[in-house]
């Protein structure tokens, strides 16, 4: 595997952690939205990864010989229809049903921050798997001196 190859694949999971950091905030700040501009609960939203494809023979090849990936990437960013809707007892509020009760999104902000320390950490070791990469490449670069 080159230099670049390595630097890629830590790139592709940095670039992936950081949307998945997006989303997990964006939950978080739609922890108490009751409806959208169409009326609508917001629903928590969830990323799915996948491998990145190969695109080149020798992409092929590494993968075929079972060395490398190619790194990773989203594939798509789901709502999570699993898990129920929270109801609170609130007639007050504006969108109360006629029993009196609110519908909530399914976010619960205790699984949101655990899911941000767990990105915030694999961004940090894509981080230190890039720069040892580049401390190593650079180190092989002096030898030449």
Request: proline letters at 3%; aromatic letters at 6%.
């Given at each position: 595997?080159?230099?670049?190859?390595?630097?890629?694949?830590?790139?592709?999971?940095?670039?992936?952690?950081?949307?998945?950091?997006?989303?997990?905030?964006?939950?978080?700040?739609?922890?108490?939205?009751?409806?959208?501009?169409?009326?609508v609960t917001y629903k928590r939203k969830?990323?799915?990864?996948?491998?990145?494809?190969?695109?080149?023979?020798?992409?092929?090849?590494?993968?075929?010989?079972?060395?490398?990936?190619?790194?990773?990437?989203?594939?798509?960013?789901?709502?999570?229809?699993?898990?129920?809707?929270?109801?609170?007892?609130?007639?007050?509020?504006?969108?109360?049903?006629?029993?009196?009760?609110?519908?909530y999104p399914n976010v619960n902000t205790?699984?949101?921050?655990?899911?941000?320390?767990?990105?915030?950490?694999?961004?940090?070791?894509?981080?230190?798997?890039?720069?040892?990469?580049?401390?190593?490449?650079?180190?092989?670069?002096?030898?030449?001196?």
């Open positions: 595997m080159s230099a670049f190859g390595a630097m890629d694949i830590s790139a592709s999971g940095m670039t992936a952690q950081r949307l998945r950091t997006d989303i997990i905030a964006q939950n978080i700040a739609n922890v108490n939205t009751t409806r959208d501009e169409n009326g969830t990323v799915v990864f996948e491998e990145k494809p190969s695109n080149s023979f020798n992409d092929y090849l590494s993968v075929a010989s079972g060395s490398i990936g190619n790194g990773v990437k989203v594939s798509q960013i789901v709502e999570d229809t699993d898990t129920p809707m929270t109801m609170v007892y609130d007639p007050s509020h504006p969108d109360a049903n006629e029993e009196g009760y609110v519908l205790v699984t949101e921050m655990t899911n941000l320390i767990d990105a915030s950490r694999s961004y940090e070791a894509n981080v230190t798997a890039f720069n040892a990469t580049k401390s190593m490449t650079m180190q092989a670069l002096e030898i030449g001196k």
